[in-house]
């Protein structure tokens, strides 16, 4: 599954994760943590979209 953020474009895709940001591939988007914010821009997880 991808997420984009709406302010910034920025792509998380769960099977690769984040790991420049510490995210492990595989983690779920909805196992990110509440505080989770865009790399790029800083807005929270309430800000991006699920796409296919």
């Known amino acids: 599954m ?3 953020c709406n302010v ?12 420049e940001n510490g995210i492990e ?3 779920k988007f909805e196992d990110l ?3 989770f914010l865009c790399p ?3 807005v929270g997880k309430e800000d991006f979209s699920q796409v296919e």
């Open 2 to 4: 991808k997420w984009v």
């Open 33 to 35: 943590p509440e505080d």
């Open 40 to 42: 790029l821009c800083g």
């Open 25 to 27: 591939p595989g983690t």
């Open 8 to 19: 910034c474009g920025y792509e998380y895709d769960e099977e690769q994760g984040d790991p």
